[in-house]
Nanobody
Framework: QVQLAESGGGLVQPGGSLRLSCTAS????????MGWYRQAPGKQREFVALITSGGSTNYADSVKGRFTISRDNAKNAVYLQMSSLKPEDTAIYYC???????????????WGQGTQVTVSS
C-alpha cells in the first residue's frame, strides 16, 4: 500500500506564510510528478502547483509569484511554500503523486487526505 501524508496546514492572517509538506510511504518504486491541489467550500478541486522528477515546475496563475513548490526525491517528499496568503487561498490542500509500485508497473495517481489552510484575520 501507498500512503501520502500532508502536514503544515493551519490558520494564518492575510499576508502571512505557511509551508505544507507531504511524504509518500509504502511500496514505491519510482515517483514521476508530484503536486498540490486545493478545494474550497462549494467549489471543485483545482490545480495549484506541480513539480516533475527532474525539477520542472508549473503553477496555477492564481498562485504564481506567491507559492513555491519543491521536492526531496530521497525522502519521497514534496513541499509547498505559501507566501502573501489571501483569504481566497482558504481551502483543503491535497498532495498528489504519480507513482508506480513496481519496476514493470504503470504510473497511477495517489492522493493524500488533505490539510486545511485558513487565511483569515
Amino acid at each position: 500500500q501507498v500512503q501520502l501524508a500532508e502536514s503544515g496546514g493551519g490558520l494564518v492572517q492575510p499576508g502571512g506564510s505557511l509551508r505544507l509538506s507531504c511524504t509518500a510511504s509504502g511500496r514505491i518504486f519510482s515517483i514521476n510528478a508530484m503536486g498540490w491541489y486545493r478545494q474550497a467550500p462549494g467549489k471543485q478541486r483545482e490545480f495549484v502547483a506541480l513539480i516533475t522528477s527532474g525539477g520542472s515546475t508549473n503553477y496555477a496563475d492564481s498562485v504564481k509569484g506567491r507559492f513555491t513548490i519543491s521536492r526531496d526525491n530521497a525522502k519521497n517528499a514534496v513541499y509547498l511554500q505559501m507566501s502573501s496568503l489571501k483569504p481566497e487561498d482558504t481551502a483543503i490542500y491535497y498532495c498528489n503523486a504519480d507513482l508506480r509500485q513496481y519496476y514493470s508497473g504503470n504510473y497511477y495517481p495517489y492522493w493524500g487526505q488533505g490539510t486545511q489552510v485558513t487565511v483569515s484575520s
